[in-house]
């Protein structure tokens, strides 16, 4: 349970701008010699960004082309996606763009398998 005084400034904090919130930390840095920003880039630098990356668990789709079989391709991504044909021809028309986001990965190479079967190119991301 925080003390008295922390609660007192963290409801005074609450009631303050945004603006008067950026000042306060700037303020404290000065006078402590420390950055709030610290912290994350030591993370970062200490190859907390790798592990992440390693174990990533959610793939967006994104179409990057539909190559020469154009129908084909908004047939599948209908399919997929359950848009109308006018709504996936636009879809596939403005490539690169994703077809669908937070999927599993199994779930994302399926989908990657199935719209490079009829000629279109995915990105996992």
Excluded: Y
Aim: hydrophobic share 45%; no cysteine.
């Amino acid at each position: 349970m925080a003390s008295e005084n922390v609660t007192k400034i963290v409801d005074m904090i609450g009631d303050m701008t945004v603006l008067d919130v950026a000042d306060l930390v700037k303020e404290m840095e000065e006078k402590f010699g420390v950055s709030a920003a610290a912290p994350v880039v030591a993370m970062a630098a200490g190859g907390g960004g790798e592990a992440a990356a390693a174990e990533k668990t959610d793939f967006d789709v994104v179409l990057t082309g539909h190559g020469d079989k154009k129908i084909q391709v908004i047939k599948v991504v209908r399919a997929i996606t359950g848009l109308g044909l006018k709504e996936a021809k636009e879809l596939v028309d403005s490539a690169p763009k994703a077809i669908k986001e937070g999927l599993e990965k199994a779930e994302a190479e399926d989908i990657q398998k199935q719209i490079e079967e009829v000629g279109g190119s995915v990105e996992l991301k």
